[in-house]
């Protein structure tokens, strides 16, 4: 079965730090690009970073350029995304995505 | 960053209406683009992706053209189960703000 499962999600103070997985199974993984996507309750998604199969280029959103960075472990077919410095905007439902698979996404809640 | 910009944020239809939405880059992105049909709690569902390929599983109705700057995805006649929002997406990028698809 084709599936991503994001992982990791909880609450954390402004500053503070947190790292969300996500487990691929049943593709190709090690030759997709993959990228987070991250939700505010009530507002539309919006795009976070993007890595590429081999992990040699990243992109990110302006916003959390500096304070998030997005990493693959191609041999345990997963991504992951650390996130530094976070801000109560950086609450969110965050998913990771390739295509048209989403994970079932995990919550950051960021408070003061 | 290339910005989406969408309209109409919102439109009113009835079953059976034809309803176009329109998506603006803010630079060329050749077809790298991509739709998504967003229900309440669920995650987006990808609808059309190089700006036309409709995805498999996806009724005929959806449809997507453009290319460059400008892109429409056009529902056909639609069903009661196409009452969402839609957002376009340049491909690995940002998000246009959405159209919500409502009952009129």
């Known amino acids: 079965e084709v599936q991503l499962v994001d992982s990791g999600g909880g609450s954390v103070q402004s500053g503070g730090s947190l790292t969300v997985s996500c487990a691929a199974s049943?593709?190709?993984?090690?030759?997709?690009?993959m990228s987070w996507v991250r939700q505010a309750p009530g507002k539309g998604p919006e795009w976070v970073a993007t890595?590429?199969?081999?992990?040699?280029?990243?992109y990110y959103v302006d916003s959390v350029k500096g304070r998030f960075a997005i990493s693959r472990d191609n041999a345990k077919n997963s991504m992951f995304l650390q996130m530094n410095s976070l801000r109560i905007e950086d609450t969110a439902v965050y998913y990771c995505?390739?295509?048209?698979?989403w994970g079932q996404g995990t919550m950051v809640t960021v408070s003061s | 960053d290339i910005q989406m910009t969408q309209s109409p944020s919102s439109v009113s239809a009835s079953v059976g209406d034809r309803v176009t939405i329109t998506c603006r880059a803010s630079?060329?992105?050749?077809?790298?683009l991509v739709w998504y049909q967003q229900k309440p709690g669920q995650a987006p569902k990808l609808l059309i992706y190089?700006?036309?390929s409709l995805r498999s599983g996806v009724p005929s109705r959806f449809s997507g053209s453009g290319s460059g700057t400008d892109f429409t995805l056009t529902i056909s006649s639609l069903q009661p189960e196409d009452f969402a929002i839609y957002y376009c997406?340049?491909?690995?990028?940002?998000f246009g703000g959405g159209t919500k698809v409502d009952i009129k």
């Open positions: 630079q060329g992105i050749n077809t790298w």
């Open positions: 190089n700006a036309s």
């Open positions: 890595i590429k199969p081999d992990g040699s280029e990243k």
């Open positions: 997406q340049q491909a690995n990028g940002l």
């Open positions: 049943g593709f190709a993984f090690g030759t997709s690009w």
């Open positions: 995505a390739t295509g048209g698979i």
